[in-house]
């Protein structure tokens, strides 16, 4: 699986962003990425990689750090391959690399991913 995560910048602080995630399997058919539960990382300069977010294949299970809780949405797009991270309200203490991750294993806040694919992260910075 492939992924190529998109959409990041500088934003002021109470600003929205939102990340996208296009997601492509060549030796699958096609929308097989919908088998795949997906989410978000991210890692701010100097800290660990930390859960964000993530959904279960058809987006019912949706789950959320408590940091971002009703701040942010994540969303997908299984007919396009692509996962969504609508981030509103945003923070200084948001600023970090955002990765999204792919995973066959049922999403969850620990332990997650089990053995994922990850895209190569965008960066987002939020100014005070």
């Known amino acids: 699986v492939q992924l190529q995560a998109s959409g990041g910048g500088l934003v002021q602080t109470g600003g929205s962003l939102r990340l996208s995630c296009a997601a492509s399997?060549?030796?699958?058919?096609?929308?097989?990425?919908?088998?795949?539960?997906m989410g978000w990382f991210r890692q701010a300069p100097g800290k660990e990689r930390e859960f964000i977010s993530a959904l279960s294949w058809v987006g019912s299970q949706k789950y959320y750090a408590d940091s971002v809780k009703g701040r942010f949405t994540i969303s997908r797009d299984n007919a396009k391959n692509i996962m969504y991270l609508q981030m509103n309200s945003l923070r200084p203490e948001d600023t970090a690399v955002y990765y999204c991750?792919?995973?066959?294993?049922?999403?969850?806040?620990?332990?997650?991913?089990?053995?994922?694919?990850w895209g190569q992260g965008t960066l987002v910075t939020v100014s005070s």
């Open positions: 991750v792919a995973d066959r294993a049922p999403p969850r806040t620990t332990g997650w991913p089990v053995d994922g694919y």
């Open positions: 399997d060549r030796s699958l058919h096609e929308n097989a990425i919908a088998e795949y539960a």
